[in-house]
T-cell receptor, first 111, second 113 residues
Framework: EDKVVQSPLSLVVHEGDTVTLNCSYEVTNFRSLLWYKQEKKAPTFLFMLTSSGIEKKSGRLSSILDKKELFSILNITATQTGDSAIYLC???????????FGTGTRLKVLA | DGGITQSPKYLFRKEGQNVTLSCEQNLNHDAMYWYRQDPGQGLRLIYYSQIVNDFQKGDIAEGYSVSREKKESFPLTVTSAQKNPTAFYLC????????????FGSGTRLTVV
């Protein structure tokens, strides 16, 4: 069965800390992996990863994919209270037109 | 500005009633999707549509129905056959095969009373 597993389920840190969120997947015909941030309602797109070993960066956020070990990490450096959110990982399967989502990691950043 | 609009934001339903959730997009996206989100669980796919007048069941389609009569619109009906309908419902759209990820609406929170 295709699945996406995220860890940890929840995380509490203090401002300025660096966090690493994990996403592993077991899928057939893997094509791409997505990261989203969900603060209250609509998830917002962060990264799409298709190639192994190529880091994508956006400000304090970065992500990388390992297609051999079937996982991805999302790093957030110098965390701020505005980073508090649920971070969702999703894997896309070639030809299926749909993404499978993990349960998400709930991050809380304390001032 | 382009985007996806879901309405209503909050919806209360009595047991045994059907309700319809609206989803409209002006992004000219081909594909549209409905997901359900429960606490502690990820998004689960209910239905998706790649083109007008065509749609496919997702992983949890039982108790739900959809239509795609226009490219811009993809309404979801939660029927009385859905045993546990209280949840947060998210609509999304994407270009073609989702190669650039989804754009999500703001969601509808449905509560059965």
């Amino acid at each position: 069965e295709d699945k996406v597993v995220q860890s940890p389920l929840s995380l509490v840190v203090h401002e300025g800390d660096t966090v690493t969120l994990n996403c592993s997947y077991e899928v057939t015909n893997f094509r791409s992996l997505l990261w989203y941030k969900q603060e209250k309602k609509a998830p917002t797109f962060l990264f799409m990863l298709t190639s192994s070993g190529i880091e994508k960066k956006s400000g304090r956020l970065s992500s990388i994919l390992d297609k051999k070990e079937l996982f991805s990490i999302l790093n957030i450096t110098a965390t701020q209270t505005g980073d508090s959110a649920i971070y969702l990982c999703a894997a896309d399967f070639s030809g299926t037109y749909k993404y499978i989502f993990g349960t998400g990691t709930r991050l809380k950043v304390l001032a | 500005d382009g985007g996806i609009t879901q309405s209503p934001k909050y919806l209360f339903r009595k047991e045994g009633q059907n309700v319809t959730l609206s989803c409209e997009q002006n992004l000219n996206h081909d594909a549209m999707y409905w997901y359900r989100q429960d606490p502690g669980q990820g998004l689960r796919l209910i239905y998706y549509s790649q083109i007008v007048n065509d749609f496919q069941k997702g992983d949890i389609a039982e108790g739900y129905s959809v239509s795609r009569e226009k490219k811009e619109s993809f309404p979801l009906t939660v029927t009385s056959a859905q045993k546990n309908p209280t949840a947060f419902y998210l609509c999304a759209s994407s270009v073609d095969r989702g190669d650039y990820g989804y754009t999500f609406g703001s969601g509808t929170r449905l509560t059965v009373v």
